[in-house]
């Protein structure tokens, strides 16, 4: 078969190749690649930047936002060949930490899970991959290729479930969200929170285009700019940029007793001066700043739900992009008017 492979940590050494078929070692249910999403971290691995291939092998297959279709569930699986399914991506480390022990492998606290496509488990950009079936996620047929937002979903239907969590230490009654940043991330969490009593607020850099119109059309108010000339305190926000700049405004500008979920990863940003204005902002006005990455098996399952609750042709106008898994360089590589590329290995 053919697989889109890197050597992690070595620059340009990704390629389209020939493959070994899975190993059956790799879990008894069989499945054929229908897409795979594309995103950042999919960037950086191919630059050398992160990753680890699979303990004793130089070679990682690449990809963690998936969709398939199940040719044999095997014998132990309630699956059917033909089921859509996704593939949830980490895996809890084998000592287990307390978390990972009680299923919250997202919240793993000794840093050895390992993750498709990215940490040490082959991922899903090959024509079949194999999963034990208690990792993988059942996709509603009527999404059809939507399912392929599924992995995408997880982190946002996490990070919502973290803010409100964390809004339980306090009497609170949000009204007002802000997100920074319309990428993938940040459109489906507006999404998510233009279904619940709250004004929505996006800001991104893009004037025109699709990223605006997106966001109009689920009747939240779109922004361009600094978020210091807004003329309103975000209740929440949700912070998926990774810009250093953009987190220290988001930090002064939140409301009292307001929560910041970051899911952006960056580096750099302001430098240690800005750290202590900052932090007086956090304590005087009871401001909770929460960090949230990854998903566990029931925010996978919540994810499903709530594409299935949503808009289809809305969510499918975050599909920007169709790429062949040949032309795997030009898919990520960043366009103007991209807010998610695929690439497709069979029709849905
Ligand atoms: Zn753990």
């Not at 992690?8 to 249910?29: I, N, Q, T």
Request: proline share 6%; net charge negative; glycine share 10%.
């Amino acid at each position: 078969m053919k697989a889109i492979t890197v050597e992690p940590k070595k620059p340009g050494s990704a390629r389209y190749e020939d493959f070994p078929e899975p190993d059956v070692r790799e879990g008894s249910v069989l499945v054929e690649a229908v897409a795979v999403g594309v995103c950042g971290t999919d960037v950086e691995i191919v630059e050398g930047k992160y990753g680890w291939a699979p303990p004793g092998k130089t070679r990682l297959v690449l990809g963690h936002e998936s969709l398939g279709r199940v040719i044999d569930p095997g014998p132990s699986s309630s699956f059917k060949a033909g089921d859509l399914v996704v593939g949830i991506v980490r895996r809890p480390d084998p000592v287990p930490c307390p978390n990972c022990a009680v299923g919250e492998w997202d919240m793993c606290t000794n840093g050895q899970y390992t993750e498709r496509g990215i940490k040490e488990i082959h991922g899903f950009m090959s024509e079949h991959w194999r999963s034990e079936p208690e990792y993988l996620i059942k996709v509603d047929p009527s999404l059809g290729i939507l399912g392929v937002l599924l992995e995408p979903m997880t982190v946002i239907t996490k990070a919502i479930e973290q803010v409100f969590l964390a809004g339980q230490r306090a009497y609170w009654e949000p009204k007002t969200v802000l997100v920074t940043g319309a990428g993938p991330i940040g459109l489906l969490a507006a999404l998510r929170f233009s279904v619940r009593a709250l004004q929505v607020h996006v800001l991104d850099r893009a004037e025109t285009g699709l990223k605006p119109d997106l966001v109009r059309a689920l009747g939240a108010t779109y922004h361009t700019g600094r978020i210091s000339d807004l003329d309103f305190d975000p209740d929440i926000i949700v912070e998926c940029t990774g810009v250093g700049a953009v987190i220290a405004d988001s930090i002064k500008k939140i409301g009292s007793g307001g929560i910041i979920c970051l899911t952006g990863i960056g580096a750099g940003g302001t430098g240690a001066g800005a750290v202590a204005d900052v932090a007086a902002a956090v304590v005087l006005k009871n401001n909770l700043i929460v960090g949230s990455v990854n998903a566990n098996k029931r925010h996978w399952y919540r994810a499903g739900q709530n594409l299935i609750h949503s808009d289809p042709a809305w969510l499918s106008r975050l599909i920007t992009r169709r790429e062949k898994p040949e032309n795997f360089k030009t898919a990520l590589e960043r366009q103007p008017d991209d807010v998610k590329t695929i690439i497709q290995f069979s029709d849905v």
